[in-house]
């Protein structure tokens, strides 16, 4: 419950304009599939599309854009995966 309360509390620290945008990120289940598994470790995109319906380009393009988000200004990985944990209660 403890790490529960300090990640909704991480949530609500956050601007509107960056929540947002957050939630639009996370808002494909494919990329939050994604993002979740890539959470765990470095693999392969083979082994990240192995689950999915999904070319292999595509999981590719999943990365760049995941890359891409988190290179951002003021975006954080650790947002993605602490959002994506809240979606997922």
Do not use: H
Not at 20 to 46: C, K
Request: proline share 3%; with cysteine.
């Amino acid at each position: 419950m403890d790490s529960a309360c300090e990640i909704l509390n991480q949530m609500v620290k956050y601007s509107e304009t960056r929540l947002n945008a957050t939630f639009a990120a996370l808002a494909d289940t494919t990329r939050r599939r994604i993002l979740a598994r890539l959470a765990l470790g470095d693999t392969s995109v083979s082994d990240l599309a192995a689950p999915f319906d999904i070319s292999l380009p595509g999981v590719t393009s999943t990365c760049a854009y995941w890359n891409e988000q988190s290179s951002s200004p003021g975006a954080r990985k650790e947002e993605f995966i602490a959002a994506a944990w809240w979606l997922s209660r």
